[in-house]
């Protein structure tokens, strides 16, 4: 007997990334419902649409709640979720282009509540699911089927992007590195406040990336991705600057920043105010 889930085994590419992801996320859910002793469904999964969307459902087991929202707006249904069952542990899960390009409105106010939830960016430089249109972090230059002469645009840095309006929790990571990507995943679900762990996830079909960021000792090709040294402190604010504006993609956690909570917040306000039945609050309009 299998323990695969069939009904939801969604058809990725052959040495697509998202496998990878799917399986560090698996890890680290059971990982934390291990460690603190709580049920698969203490999690929720909200996911955006994308070949990287499908990720909604773990492929073994008992599965978390999953939902499977709109392009572009997972954030804001994780809000939704996170407000009304505070207790659960909610983890978004978004292509880039979903997260970056059409959803990029909503990742500056989540910041800057410090919503305490946790995304997952699946970054292939592309547009996977609708056939390879170009991205928020496609090279400028770069031939797709949206930019047959070469994209026009500057590629966008997620990290600058991330450090400006302030993400309390910033990691990168890349798919093929699943126990340690299991690992950033479980730290950024421990982050009290809003962390996005942002994975180089390779699509063999339309840019396929492995050899770049990976390296090729036969081709002579150094590899872009590189482990941050342990020396690296995370929560100072120049050193996270410096690691993202020198060359390579660094895998580890860049930035962390321990701030109050938008729910520590609201509870702080909740303490100020006071109860007033319905007649109090009619009486201010002076009827
Ligand atoms: C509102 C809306 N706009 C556009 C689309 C079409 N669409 C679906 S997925 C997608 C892009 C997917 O790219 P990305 O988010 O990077 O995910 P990937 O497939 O690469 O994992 C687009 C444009 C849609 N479904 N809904
Ligand atoms: S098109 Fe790309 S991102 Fe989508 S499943 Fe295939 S390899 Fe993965
Ligand atoms: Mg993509």
């Known amino acids: 007997m299998t323990n695969k889930n069939l009904e939801y085994d969604f058809k990725w590419c052959p040495g697509c990334g998202d496998f990878g992801v799917r399986r560090a996320l698996e890890f680290a859910t059971l990982e934390r419902n291990k460690r603190l002793d709580l049920p698969m469904e203490n999690n929720v999964v909200v996911a955006g649409i994308g070949c990287s969307g499908n990720l909604v459902h773990l492929l073994e087991g008992a599965q978390p709640y999953g939902f499977h929202g709109i392009h572009g707006r997972s954030l804001p249904i994780a809000m939704g979720v996170k407000m009304a069952r505070p207790e659960l542990n909610v983890v978004v899960v978004a292509g880039d282009g979903d997260f970056l390009s059409i959803g990029a409105e909503h990742i500056a106010p989540q910041a800057t509540r410090n919503l305490n939830a946790c995304a997952v960016v699946m970054d292939n430089g592309v547009y996977g699911l609708t056939k390879g249109q170009s ?113 390579g993609v660094p895998l580890g956690v860049i930035y962390r920043d321990q701030r109050p909570t938008l729910q520590q917040r609201m509870q702080q306000i909740h303490g100020k105010a006071t109860l007033r039945t319905p007649d109090q609050l009619l009486d201010v309009y002076d009827l």
Not at 214 to 230: D, F, H, R, S, W
């Open 135 to 247: 991205s928020p972090t496609t090279d400028l230059g770069e031939v797709t089927s949206s930019t047959p002469f070469g994209k026009p645009e500057d590629s966008l840095d997620p990290f600058e992007l991330y450090m400006a309006i302030g993400v309390s929790f910033i990691a990168s990571s890349i798919s093929s590195q699943v126990r340690e990507l299991a690992k950033l995943i479980g730290q950024a679900m421990d982050h009290p406040g809003f962390s996005i762990v942002h994975v180089q996830s390779p699509c063999t079909t339309y840019n396929d990336t492995y050899e770049v960021l990976k390296g090729n000792v036969k081709k002579g090709i150094e590899p872009l991705a590189y482990t941050l040294p342990e020396s690296h402190d995370a929560s100072d604010k120049e050193s996270a600057y410096r690691v993202i504006r020198s060359p």
